[in-house]
């Protein structure tokens, strides 16, 4: 079993999940992901009780992620905030973001295999590209939490990261998520640090457990060594893969990307509909209960 938190031991600033000492999140980054559920529950036709369409949600989902995801992108190639802890934050709020919210679930279930392809690929070269800088400015000292830019917990969350990937491994897209991963963790191995796959995305016992024991033998398989199985990945398989899964061509496809354009006009946030507008909906949404299911879905 991992050792219990002490407080004084959570350096300032960060928080430690499920009370898992390896589960450390900076408060930076949580603050980042209640923008982006805020901006996810304005999205959501349920939150407003209306019914605009039947793919409504996952495409203002889409677009929100697009949105952020071209956001960080510019931070990304930007010679003054590639290095930056606040890029960094951002990055690391979406990979919490991406691993606990509708919009991670929903957007490889929209019917458009371009966008949803062009999200996923956005999301592991941002963070390919992002490691890959740090590593290059570290040299020739090697990468670390505290070098070139102190980051507490930039191992667990390249790790995580690298874990959230896999969840779309069988989508069927070009570039293959477990080589992704694989390299990832190949950085942080050859830099020093724990380069094995998380057992699972978050570490320790969660609130919604009911299996104290399933997950204390979870955290035991993750902090036994001779359980932990390091990346499969070499020196030339990274290159290959940062070839495959770079940020400018991912931000271009994703840019490219369109959609469908908003409803009527309108934002994908509802709270920003005029008044007349929203009402408008709920009255068609009322006039449609009760007719067969099957006639809502178009």
Known sequence: MPPAVNDANIPDGFVCVNDHPTELWSKAAFDHVERLQTDEENRNPDAHDVYIYNDY?????????K??????????ASKKDKLSINTFHRLEALTLYMANSAAGDMFPTIDDAELAEAIY???GALWMTYILD????AKPEKLSPTHPVPIPN???????????????????FDNDAEELQSAMLRVLARNGMDG??????FLGKSSDSDN???EGDDDEDESSPSKKQPSSADDADVRAVAKAWKASAAMKALREAYGPVEHSGRPWDITKWPKAALAAEKARFGALDGEDED????
């Open 121 to 123: 690929n956005a999301y």
């Open 67 to 76: 949105k952020e995801m071209l956001a960080i992108g510019k931070m990304v």
């Open 57 to 65: 949600f996952g495409y203002a989902c889409c677009d929100l992620l």
């Open 196 to 201: 094995t796959p998380k057992k699972k995305l």
């Open 154 to 172: 930039l191992e667990n969350a390249v790790r995580t990261s690298a874990e959230v990937i896999t969840q779309y491994t069988d989508l069927g």
């Open 212 to 214: 104290e024991e399933e």
């Open 134 to 137: 740090l590593e290059a400015a």
């Open 295 to 298: 006639d809502l879905f178009f």
